[in-house]
């Protein structure tokens, strides 16, 4: 029986693998590429000096003192990372009801900036205003009578975004969902003379169990009562998020965030046909967890779905990723050239 005849009477001159024959023809036809440009790295910073400090939930990645730190983002800037994402684990006794130490000018994520920008001025700074880390319930807002607040919630984080910038933050990425925040911030900053500051808003940040991990890291979830469904988006609504986007568009976001990735690349997708604006895909804590925890225990190629997984945000239309595999990726990549 002439086998290749019968291929050829269904696939006519269609042949698909002719463009995969080769390392050479797979590399001409490649459509997406992963860089380290692509990459912002989230970093966890600590109170205190000499301090590296393991995550359990999250093998390989460390809570750092600011100065350990300062070692870290330069060994990012010399790999070429462009920017850092920075989260604080505050001391216990700091946290409060309102998140007051948001508003303390030199607090620890200020500390932290000021010397990133001292130490590293080539790499772009991204600071979190969400309150969560500063507040003795968990919450990303003001918590009244179980109900968190909106608009007294956004008069804070204006204020906080500030300070940050004050401190030489090139980005605020506001995380905590809550409504007209984007327009107040930029309201806030041009106001204190920030105008080259940017916003990356955490546009559609659905209310997801992947951020597991990261309130370990930050020491949050022995604190959160109750969820955060009432200021996160389900992750059963897409429409909604293009909505909530859209606003973020109007009110002055120079860059959206979709968080988590991988559930979300019909988002990512959406979002960036939709507004063209630079869109980020944040790949959270227990997308991280998942990965490392598979590859140590010998189940999955740990740094081979590390590429694939991000350069999959790329194909889904993402311009970078913030991910806790940055530093790894990076090194890879220069490895490779
Ligand atoms: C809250 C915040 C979260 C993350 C960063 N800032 C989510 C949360 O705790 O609800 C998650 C990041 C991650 O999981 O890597 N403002």
Redesign the pocket.
Known sequence: MDRTHLVDEITGHRRMRRNRKADWTRRLVQENRLTVDDLIW?IFIVPGTGIVDPIAAMPGVNRMSVDKAVEAVKEAAGLGIPAIAT?PDIEMELRDETGSNSLVANNLINQATAAFKKAVPNIGIVT?V?L?PFTSH?H?GILRNGVIVNDETVDQIVRAAVMQADAGADIIAP??MMDGRIGAIRRGLDAAGHQDVGIMS?AT?FS?G??????E??N?SGL?KGD?NSY?ISPANGTEALRDAALDVEEGADMLMV??GIAYLDICWRIKEAFGLPVFA?Q???E?TQIKAAAMNGWIDGDRIMMETLLCFKRAGCDGILS?FAMDVAKKLAKNG
């Open positions: 989230p989260f979190d969400a969560d968990g990303d995380s905590e955490y940040k997801s992947f951020y597991g991990p990261y309130r890291a930050i949050t959160l955060k996160y968080k988590p944040y959270v804590s227990g991280y806790y």
